[in-house]
């Protein structure tokens, strides 16, 4: 018998399986798992149906139609959806009971990845209702608001998608690097998650502008959402935040994306260096 | 009777040994309120010195840190402890204590949602007074009935998550039943817009229920409803609702017994 | 193509060498320890949970690792598994460096905690082992047949289709070791493998473990407190006590250095025949007799096994004997409390 394990090979499959053998593994209860969905994506709709009653109400947000605003609403939550789909249990909550029980040195063992086969094998279906919800309010709100829907408007809607479901991640990721220092003090990511996406909901201007560039510079969600929709909607933007910067989008995604993988290693080494 | 409030009193210090949730909790609240303050500012812009539905812009930005203030207190984070511990068997030592294991939790309750008041709730709403134009009462029978209110509405939102709770009795999917019912709770009690925005039939449904004494009462009474109607509206729910919830604890006890739980 | 020809040249990756039986002493992993400390802060400053040791274990040994709660042998294990970095010295396992090189040493490496799972809870036990194909990047063939061999040495046919929550503790821990040794690791990190079994099963896993050491050669460093998991099964004992090593031997020379005794059983034709012992006996006892059968028991310092047998079936007709370990319990205490072996003079 020579050496059974392959040294290489095989790749992203593995992760493929990870995925699915995690979610088979938790739908032995299907109902259970089908009526949280649903509920996911009712809390979606409630959200956006309030949005578009109170700025009907009122006429306009800015300057932005009631369906206009339910775009930015529908686009970041099917983001914040796909986000948390991959990246909910690297939560301070979930990440540090992992880690107590001893179940993380268990990863460490593995010949994968640690980060890929935490996020793999623990996808949270449930957040399709989110990310489903999302895209329908998305297609119910540019129909309203008359976006056209050209091959360039479908990638740039993707485009902020898949934007915003990234940061969502990298925030998920960053959190779990912090609670290898503190537990406690990780819950601060929640923030960005749930209220930078809620923030991202409405447009960008009626902010102060210190959250203005908290959330387009450092924390790019307004580029990964709001930018995207100004061209959807064939707006020219606010000064300092015009349309053309979509291009900065997936750049600064990227660059967010790479400072969360940065956090990841630095934690994981302090981990490995101290124990726990 | 000294036994709830050695109850009380320990569920307030078993929150206040939370101090980095405490400074989380803070920093949420005081975000989710600028956030929707912005909001609510940038609204009544394209409608200066308007009421809409009766709200003006002081009382909208009241909603929004009293929503805040009341959030935390309301949707609990330990709403699950209760049925948990259904699930799991513990929670029949309650019962063969003597005392009311209803009141008993309650008090605990009021112990653990006091600490939050004082620290978490009330912080931000006097920090936001302080920098913003709000509608808070200014007198003090007002603040009176305001503190009241917000302590009716805490005991009716105790009432609301133990009925959901005694799912716990009959599935082991107690969370189905709440999963499925909060996006309407959210809606309709007003967490995402105040209530008065609704078009009239759905605001008098809201008004009507359960919820509205629990999120919407303490709000109009801090912006200057007429207090008394409110809080005998809210007290004739607490009456109702602990009723409802006692019932179903007798209920749920007997069919353990009988089924051997 | 020559069968693997014990001391030839070897060559691990040799894929084409697969039906010849290669030679069990290159299978295993080395492993060296030198000087190794691993520091922790604690609330108390600067705590050393390892305190500087060293020891070499060579490929296919099947090494005990002993010692009291708290005394620093999850803390190697640790180290030598690339979970957690020392704070001085080095560790090399199977020629690489464990924290440095984790992912690559991951693949010849299995470990088996006794409390904690690696299988998927609710899926079919063939599933969670399926998936083990795939992490190791096993060929299906090759997959296949090691599944069918260790299916049947530990008996899990008939549990295969089976999820895992489904499992007794005895035959999940089967089960453990499977899905561990499926990629064939050159190296086996055991943590408490058989707390909490029944002796059955017990007898399967010590069973399984001596057929992996002998046939396929992994080294199998094994962390336990339970001595007889020790005595059936390690060549090799290490006791570590408040980060240091106490102990490093074999089983027999821990009953030599600390003095302990072996009982000698004789079934003798006779019953009634009397087992009288006498001053060359070195001390030897008859402490029960019933029937045929009698207990000596010697102090191993003092008369060897071969020459006690040699006395007895000298006087008496013996139809069988036995020698019995006895209890490696009371040795490890007394070393546990601290008690320096006595000085020992061949």
Not at chain 2, 162 to 180: H, K, M, N
Not at chain 3, 35 to 64: D, S
Not at chain 3, 294 to 314: E, G, H, K, M, T
Request: glycine share 10%.
């Amino acid at each position: 018998m020579a050496e059974l394990a392959r040294p290489t090979g095989g790749g992203l499959a593995v992760y493929g399986r990870l995925v699915s053998a995690g979610v088979r593994g938790r739908v032995y209860r299907p109902g259970w798992l089908l009526v949280r969905t649903i509920g996911s994506g009712l809390i979606i709709l409630a959200d956006g149906f309030a949005v578009a009653l109170v700025v009907d109400r009122f006429g306009t947000l800015a300057g932005w139609s009631a369906p206009e605003v339910v775009l930015l609403v529908a686009l970041s939550a099917a983001g914040q959806g796909l986000g948390l789909l991959l990246g909910d249990r690297l939560e301070p909550t979930y990440f540090s009971e992992l880690v107590r029980r001893g179940t993380f040195d268990q990863v460490l063992v593995r010949p994968t990845s640690p980060l890929a086969w935490l996020i793999a094998t623990q996808v949270e279906a449930r957040y399709v209702g989110r990310l489903l919800a999302g895209v329908g309010m998305v297609a119910w709100a540019a129909d309203r608001s008359g976006v056209v829907w050209s091959g360039g408007h479908l990638l740039v809607a993707l485009l902020a998608l898949v934007c915003c479901a990234t940061l969502v991640l990298s925030i998920c990721v960053l959190g779990a690097a912090l609670t290898f220092a503190t537990v406690e003090g990780s819950e601060v990511v929640n923030i960005f998650i749930y209220g930078g996406v809620t923030l991202t909901g409405y447009p960008v201007q009626i902010y102060g502008s210190v959250l203005r560039f908290l959330f387009v510079w450092v924390v790019p969600f307004a580029l990964a959402v709001y930018v995207p929709a100004l061209v959807l909607l064939g707006r020219t933007g606010p000064p300092g935040l015009p349309a053309a910067l979509i291009w900065v989008s997936p750049v600064a995604t990227a660059g967010f994306t790479g400072l969360a993988a940065l956090g990841w290693r630095h934690g994981l080494r302090h981990y490995v260096g101290t124990g726990s | 009777m000294r036994a709830y409030l050695a109850l009380v009193s320990a569920g307030f210090r078993r929150q206040a040994a939370y101090r980095l949730a405490l400074v989380s909790g803070l920093l949420t609240n005081l975000f989710f309120g600028v956030v929707r303050t912005s909001l609510f500012l940038a609204l009544y812009q394209a409608r200066p010195g308007a009421a809409v539905n009766g709200l003006d812009y002081q009382d909208a930005l009241t909603y929004v840190w009293m929503i805040q203030a009341l959030f935390g207190v309301i949707w609990v984070s330990w709403i699950w402890e209760f049925p948990e511990s259904v699930r799991s068997g513990d929670f029949v030592t309650e019962l063969t204590r003597p005392g009311d294991p209803w009141l008993r939790q309650l008090a605990y309750e009021l112990g653990r949602t006091g600490q939050l008041l004082v620290f978490r709730s009330t912080l931000p709403l006097l920090g936001a007074a302080l920098v913003l134009p709000l509608a808070l009462p200014t007198t003090v029978p007002g603040a009176l009935a305001t503190v009241a209110s917000m302590l009716l509405a805490v005991v009716v939102s105790f009432e609301v998550r133990y009925l959901f709770g005694l799912a716990a009795f009959w599935t082991a999917d107690f969370r189905a039943p709440f999963s499925i019912a909060f996006p309407l709770l959210w809606l309709v009690g007003g967490f995402t817009i105040p209530v008065d925005y609704f078009p009239g039939p759905v605001r008098a449904a809201a008004e009507a229920s359960p919820l509205s004494a629990m999120v919407m009462a303490p709000i109009h009474v801090a912006i200057g409803w007429p207090a008394w109607p409110v809080l005998a509206g809210q007290a004739a729910w607490v009456v109702v609702l602990g009723l409802v919830s006692r019932g179903g604890l007798a209920l749920a006890c007997r069919r353990m017994v009988v089924h051997g739980g | 193509m020559t069968p693997a020809v014990p001391g030839s040249r070897p060559d691990p990756d040799a894929g084409q060498r697969e039906r010849a039986r290669p030679d069990p002493r290159r299978r295993g992993a080395g492993i060296e320890v030198a000087g190794l400390r691993k520091e922790f802060r604690t609330r108390h400053g600067r705590v050393a949970a390892v305190a500087g040791i060293e020891f070499r274990v060579a490929p296919g040994e099947f090494v005990g690792y002993a010692g009291p709660n708290g005394a620093g042998k999850s803390t190697t294990v640790k180290m030598m598994s690339g979970v957690l970095v020392p704070s001085a010295g080095t560790v090399v396992v199977d020629g690489l460096v464990p924290w440095r090189e984790r992912r690559r040493l991951a693949r010849r490496m299995g470990v088996v905690f006794g409390q904690r799972t690696q299988l998927w809870w609710d899926l079919p036990l063939v599933d969670s082992l399926d998936l083990v194909r795939h992490l190791y990047h096993m060929e299906e063939p090759t997959w296949r047949r090691r599944l069918d061999e260790l299916a049947s040495l530990l008996g899990l046919g008939p549990l295969l289709s089976q999820p895992v929550r489904a499992l007794s503790l005895g035959q999940r821990m089967r089960a453990e070791l499977a899905a561990a040794v499926l990629p064939g690791p050159r190296v086996l990190f055991l943590d408490e493998p058989t707390i909490g079994l029944d002796v059955e099963a017990k007898a399967a896993v010590r069973g399984f473990l001596r057929h992996l050491n002998a046939a396929d050669g992994t080294t199998i460093i094994l962390t336990t407190h339970d001595l007889d998991d020790i005595t059936q099964l390690c060549s090799r004992l290490i006791i570590i006590d408040h980060g240091r090593i106490v102990y490093d031997g074999t089983i027999d020379d821990l009953h030599t250095a600390y003095g302990s005794t072996r009982m000698l059983v004789v079934d003798l034709a006779d019953p009634t025949a009397a087992l009288t012992t006498g001053p060359d006996w070195a001390g030897a006892q008859v402490v029960r007799a019933e029937g045929h059968r009698r207990w000596i028991r010697f102090a191993r310092d003092q008369i060897s096994a071969a020459q006690l047998v040699a006395l007895v079936l000298d006087r008496h007709q013996v139809i069988d004997l036995s020698i019995v370990e006895p209890d490696i319990e009371d040795v490890i205490r007394r070393i546990y409390r601290g008690e320096a072996p006595p000085a020992t003079d061949g």
